[in-house]
C-alpha cells in the first residue's frame, strides 16, 4: 500500500495589531482548505485567550503566543535580528516544510526550508512617501534589515504592482517582487434598506501615513458625522487628536463588520498605502468609496471609486457630500466596488500562495537550505 504522506506544514508569522491579523487567519484557513497544516507564530502582544481560540477555531490553524518584539516597535537591530533566530529555531522545532514571513526582515536568520517573505509595508517606502532628504537613523538600520531579508527570502511578495515597485526601488532590488493580491472574504449578504447618511474611516489614525488631520478638516466641512476607527495613539507614542471625527476606537470584526454592513460613505486620504484592507472590507459591504489618488489605490479601484487629491479635503468633502445626497450614483459606485473587490476575495489569495508554496516545496518536498543566498527576489 503507498504511504500517506502528512501535509506539508506552514509557520507563518503574524501580528495582532493591524489589518494584517485578519489577512493571516484568512489566508491560514484557506491554505488549510487546500491541503496545508498552518501554525501562527504570533509576534507582538497578543489578544486574549478567548480571543485566541477564537482566531484559532475560525482559521483551523495552531496559533503560537511568541512574545518576539515587530521589527517596526524594536528598539535596535539585535533586537531583529534575535526575532528571526527565535523564528528559525521555532520552525525547526515544528518540523515546518516552509516559513511564511510577514516581515522581510526576518528572513536574515538561517532558515532550513525554503522562505517567503511578503511586503506589506516598510519604513523606507513609507519614508519616500512621507519624508524628505535622507532615511532618519531610527528608519534607517530597520531599512537595512528589511532591505537584507528581501535579498535573502526564496521569493518575495507584494500586494499591489505599485507597491512591489516601490520596494525593489527602495532597496536596489533586481527584480520587482511577485503580485500576489491581499484578499478579505465577502459578506454573503450587503446591507438592507437604505444606506447611512454618514462617513466612515478605519485605520492607524496615529499614522501619519493614514492622513488623519485632512480626514478631520474633512469632517469640519462636510455637515455629516464622519466615524473614524482605529487606534489613535501608536506603540511608538505617536498620537492623533482631532477636532470633528467621532472616534470609536479600535474595534473587533464583528463590531467593524456592524459599522460597515450600515454601508456608509468611505473614505480614505491615506498618503501611503500599500493595499487598504479596511479599503477592501468597505467595498465588500458594499460600501462607496473615496480614494486618495495614490498609486495602489488607482490600480486596484480606478472605475469602482471617486479618487481626490490627499491634499484636496475641500475636494474629498464635496465627493462625499455628493454621494450623500445623490442615491443613484451611490448605489452605482457601491455596486462596482462590490464587484470590484470580489476579484480580490480570499480564495484568489490562497490560491496566488499556494502556487508559490508549491513551486518551492515541489513534489517531493526535499530541500537544503544553505544560507547566504542571492534569493529569488535579489
Same mark, same amino acid.
Given at each position: 500500500? =503507498?504511504?500517506?504522506?502528512?501535509?506539508?506544514?506552514?509557520?507563518?508569522?503574524?501580528?495582532?495589531?493591524?489589518?494584517?491579523?485578519?489577512?493571516?487567519?484568512?489566508?491560514?484557513?484557506?491554505?488549510?482548505?487546500?491541503?496545508?497544516?498552518?501554525?501562527?507564530?504570533?509576534?507582538?502582544?497578543?489578544?486574549?485567550?478567548?480571543?485566541?481560540?477564537?482566531?484559532?477555531?475560525?482559521?483551523?490553524?495552531?496559533?503560537?503566543?511568541?512574545?518576539? =518584539?515587530?521589527?517596526? %516597535?524594536?528598539?535596535?537591530?539585535?533586537?531583529? %535580528?534575535?526575532?528571526? $533566530?527565535?523564528?528559525?529555531?521555532?520552525?525547526?522545532?515544528?518540523?515546518?516544510?516552509?516559513?511564511?514571513?510577514?516581515?522581510? *526582515?526576518?528572513?536574515?536568520?538561517?532558515?532550513?526550508? =525554503?522562505?517567503?517573505?511578503?511586503?506589506?509595508?516598510?519604513?523606507?517606502?513609507?519614508?519616500?512617501?512621507?519624508?524628505?532628504?535622507?532615511?532618519?537613523?531610527?528608519?534607517?538600520?530597520? *531599512?537595512?534589515?528589511?532591505?537584507?531579508?528581501?535579498?535573502?527570502?526564496?521569493?518575495?511578495?507584494?500586494?499591489?504592482?505599485?507597491? $512591489?515597485?516601490?520596494?525593489?526601488?527602495?532597496?536596489?532590488?533586481?527584480?520587482?517582487?511577485?503580485?500576489?493580491?491581499?484578499?478579505?472574504?465577502?459578506?454573503?449578504?450587503?446591507?438592507?434598506?437604505?444606506?447611512?447618511?454618514?462617513?466612515?474611516? *478605519?485605520?492607524?489614525?496615529?499614522?501619519?501615513?493614514?492622513?488623519?488631520?485632512?480626514?478631520?478638516?474633512?469632517?469640519?466641512?462636510?455637515?455629516? =458625522?464622519?466615524?473614524?476607527?482605529?487606534?489613535?495613539?501608536?506603540?511608538?507614542?505617536?498620537?492623533?487628536?482631532?477636532?470633528?471625527?467621532?472616534?470609536?476606537?479600535?474595534?473587533?470584526?464583528?463590531?467593524?463588520?456592524?459599522?460597515?454592513?450600515?454601508?456608509?460613505?468611505?473614505?480614505?486620504?491615506?498618503?501611503?498605502?500599500?493595499?487598504?484592507?479596511?479599503?477592501?472590507?468597505?467595498?465588500?459591504?458594499?460600501?462607496?468609496?473615496?480614494?486618495?489618488?495614490?498609486?495602489?489605490?488607482?490600480?486596484?479601484?480606478?472605475?469602482?471609486?471617486?479618487?481626490?487629491?490627499?491634499?484636496?479635503?475641500?475636494?474629498?468633502?464635496?465627493?462625499?457630500?455628493?454621494?450623500? $445626497?445623490?442615491?443613484?450614483?451611490?448605489?452605482?459606485?457601491?455596486?462596482?466596488?462590490?464587484?470590484?473587490?470580489?476579484?480580490?476575495?480570499?480564495?484568489?489569495?490562497?490560491?496566488?500562495?499556494? *502556487?508559490?508554496?508549491?513551486?518551492?516545496?515541489?513534489?517531493?518536498?526535499?530541500?537544503?537550505?544553505?544560507?547566504?543566498?542571492?534569493?529569488?527576489?535579489?
Amino acid at each position: 500500500m =503507498p504511504v500517506r504522506r502528512a501535509p506539508a506544514h506552514i509557520l507563518m508569522t503574524a501580528d495582532a495589531l493591524g489589518g494584517v491579523w485578519q489577512y493571516s487567519l484568512e489566508l491560514a484557513e484557506g491554505l488549510g482548505r487546500r491541503g496545508l497544516s498552518v501554525t501562527v507564530a504570533l509576534m507582538g502582544p497578543a489578544p486574549s485567550d478567548a480571543a485566541l481560540a477564537q482566531a484559532e477555531a475560525a482559521s483551523g490553524a495552531r496559533i503560537r503566543p511568541t512574545g518576539l =518584539p515587530l521589527d517596526w %516597535t524594536a528598539g535596535r537591530p539585535e533586537d531583529v %535580528t534575535g526575532a528571526a $533566530a527565535a523564528i528559525a529555531r521555532l520552525a525547526r522545532a515544528e518540523g515546518a516544510d516552509l516559513v511564511h514571513l510577514h516581515s522581510p *526582515a526576518l528572513a536574515m536568520a538561517a532558515f532550513d526550508v =525554503p522562505v517567503v517573505a511578503v511586503c506589506h509595508s516598510c519604513v523606507a517606502t513609507w519614508w519616500a512617501a512621507l519624508g524628505s532628504g535622507p532615511l532618519p537613523d531610527d528608519l534607517a538600520w530597520r *531599512a537595512d534589515l528589511a532591505a537584507r531579508g528581501c535579498r535573502t527570502a526564496d521569493r518575495l511578495l507584494a500586494p499591489t504592482r505599485a507597491f $512591489a515597485e516601490a520596494t525593489r526601488a527602495a532597496y536596489g532590488l533586481a527584480h520587482a517582487p511577485e503580485v500576489v493580491r491581499n484578499g478579505r472574504r465577502l459578506p454573503d449578504v450587503p446591507g438592507v434598506g437604505e444606506p447611512a447618511s454618514h462617513a466612515f474611516t *478605519a485605520g492607524r489614525l496615529w499614522d501619519r501615513a493614514k492622513n488623519a488631520t485632512a480626514l478631520d478638516r474633512l469632517a469640519g466641512r462636510l455637515g455629516a =458625522p464622519v466615524y473614524a476607527a482605529g487606534p489613535a495613539e501608536g506603540p511608538n507614542g505617536e498620537c492623533f487628536g482631532g477636532k470633528h471625527l467621532r472616534l470609536l476606537g479600535r474595534l473587533d470584526a464583528a463590531r467593524m463588520e456592524r459599522e460597515l454592513a450600515q454601508r456608509p460613505v468611505f473614505v480614505s486620504l491615506a498618503r501611503y498605502e500599500p493595499f487598504g484592507l479596511a479599503v477592501l472590507e468597505a467595498a465588500g459591504a458594499g460600501c462607496a468609496l473615496v480614494l486618495s489618488d495614490i498609486p495602489g489605490f488607482s490600480e486596484l479601484w480606478e472605475g469602482a471609486a471617486l479618487f481626490v487629491s490627499p491634499d484636496d479635503d475641500a475636494a474629498a468633502a464635496e465627493a462625499v457630500r455628493n454621494l450623500l $445626497a445623490d442615491s443613484e450614483r451611490r448605489a452605482s459606485l457601491a455596486d462596482a466596488a462590490r464587484e470590484r473587490a470580489a476579484r480580490y476575495g480570499t480564495e484568489a489569495m490562497a490560491d496566488g500562495v499556494l *502556487a508559490v508554496v508549491r513551486g518551492l516545496l515541489g513534489e517531493t518536498r526535499s530541500y537544503t537550505h544553505v544560507r547566504p543566498l542571492s534569493g529569488a527576489a535579489a
